[in-house]
């Protein structure tokens, strides 16, 4: 009998037990994201509640999930330091900015997407980098230090030299990218350059005055994904189980993307009001040179280029020294 009752008593409480659901990690995940086809599986995971969705096939119960959109990568590091957010979504140059300023507690999670960046410009005269002059200005998303500004002095410097690599520094502008179409467009505005990336280039093309200087597909020589979703890796190592979720949702929303492009292309624009018909997105997203991976692609070339300008202390071994272990199998670069 005593046996019995304790038999039944351990069935009781494993039972209990599965019947209970598992401990939420965390309440709440907030995130940030900017403007542009790059975030698009960010835009995918908001409208159709993909990390909620696979919190709860984790058994987390019920998390809140937030979103604030931003048109800066350093306010987004910026929110993500001061604790207001706990993953951003933002070029490979501000998860290395993070990442050295904290000593590594900033990680990338993962890549986002990836497009290649045009600089383009309403300057007749400018052909090319050596023509632009001091009575130029090149709207970048935050000066120095953004994936643009950081594409212009790695092609300054192989054109000038190393003496040249800031040469353009002094007539960038910071300026969003939804911003910088308006000055670029309006010919008003002392801003007649825009480094740019889609759609925002491809409305600017529309204009027959606007065309590319240069295109940082060429620069890298292949993909380069200039939107990675990064958070501190305390919250990752902590949360293990929701950021696992996060994941998922980010590789769902690529996978929408991949076998479906229009519903993706669809659901993106009713969400972001930007003004294209969906076909006309989807011809910007099979363009060569766009990824919409998890694999994070050209990160240690920005790397090597932040350390070798003074801007990095810290010199990463490899790519996987700034992301979170989760990645680690993929084929980064």
Do not use: C
């Not at 709860?56 to 001061?82: E, H």
Request: proline share 6%; net charge positive; charged share 20%.
């Amino acid at each position: 009998m005593p046996f019995l009752r304790r038999a039944v008593g351990a069935l009781a409480v494993a039972l209990g037990l599965a019947a209970s659901p598992a401990k939420a990690e965390t309440s709440e995940v907030r995130f940030t994201r900017q403007p542009g086809l790059i975030y698009m599986p960010m835009v995918l995971a908001e409208q159709q509640r993909l990390v909620e969705k696979h919190v709860a096939s984790a058994g987390l119960g019920d998390v809140k999930v937030s979103w604030v959109t931003l048109t800066s990568g350093g306010a987004s590091v910026d929110a993500l330091i001061s604790g207001n957010v706990d993953f951003v979504t933002s070029g490979a140059t501000n998860l290395l900015l993070a990442w050295d300023r904290t000593r590594g507690e900033v990680k990338g999670l993962a890549a986002s997407a990836g497009a290649p960046m045009m600089l383009v410009t309403r300057n007749p005269a400018v052909k090319g980098l050596a023509d632009f002059s001091a009575k130029d200005r090149i709207a970048v998303p935050t000066v120095k230090v953004s994936a643009q500004a950081v594409m212009l002095q790695i092609a300054a410097e192989r054109q000038f030299g190393e003496a040249g690599r800031n040469k353009l520094d002094a007539i960038t502008v910071q300026l969003g990218h939804p911003d910088a179409v308006g000055a670029l467009l309006g010919g008003t505005s002392e801003v007649n350059s825009h480094f740019s990336l889609p759609p925002y280039q491809q409305i600017e093309l529309k204009d027959p005055k606007i065309h590319v200087v240069l295109n940082s597909y060429d620069v890298v020589g292949g993909p380069l994904s200039n939107a990675i979703v990064f958070g501190r890796g305390k919250f990752m190592e902590q949360n293990p189980k929701t950021t696992a979720a996060v994941l998922a949702a980010i590789d769902e929303a690529n996978a929408l993307i991949r076998d479906d492009p229009k519903r993706a292309a669809e659901i993106y624009l009713a969400a972001t009001k930007e003004k294209f018909e969906p076909d006309e997105l989807v011809g910007m997203m099979k363009q060569p040179g766009v990824v919409f991976s998890t694999t994070p692609y050209g990160t240690m070339l920005q790397a090597d280029h932040l350390v070798k300008a003074g801007v990095l202390k810290n010199r990463p071994k490899e790519w996987k020294d700034f992301f979170y272990k989760a990645v680690h199998g993929q084929p980064g670069t």
